[in-house]
């Protein structure tokens, strides 16, 4: 149950992380009056106007989610810490992923996404206690 626990609670970090960040930059560049988000095509139209800085600020909140959903699954571990830092790495890398094939993405990012998010997990598989917490 504690194994359960860890990935769950490490997800959930992960996810509001990632929820703050995309505010954010949902804020730097908004949508117009009247726009349909369950349009794919307005959805493309609006995210090939966003300027690189809001792109920055997501990238910023995939890392860090990465790396902070990490580092609370593995101190949530019961055993093997650094095991549960990298299993919310790869669900996170993998919901990443999909969320990139799905909506449009500047190349650069899904590049730095690519090789940043893995870097985030092995960071913070690192930095895990090398025995789990009572």
Request: proline share 8%; net charge positive; hydrophobic share 55%.
């Amino acid at each position: 149950m504690r194994a359960f626990l860890a990935v769950m609670t490490g997800m959930l970090i992960a996810v509001t992380l990632v929820s703050i960040t995309d505010l954010v930059a949902g804020r730097m560049h908004p949508a117009p009056p009247g726009f349909d988000y369950m349009d794919p095509a307005q959805v493309q139209a609006h995210i090939a106007t966003m300027p690189a800085n809001a792109w920055l600020v997501m990238l910023a909140g995939w890392l860090g989610a990465t790396l902070a959903g990490g580092s609370v699954a593995a101190r949530v571990a019961p055993s093997r810490p650094d095991y549960y830092a990298w299993i919310v790495a790869g669900i996170f890398f993998a919901a990443t992923m999909t969320n990139v094939v799905r909506i449009q993405h500047p190349t650069w990012m899904i590049g730095a996404a690519v090789f940043g998010i893995p870097m985030m997990g092995w960071l913070a598989a690192r930095l895990a206690p090398k025995t789990p917490s009572k």
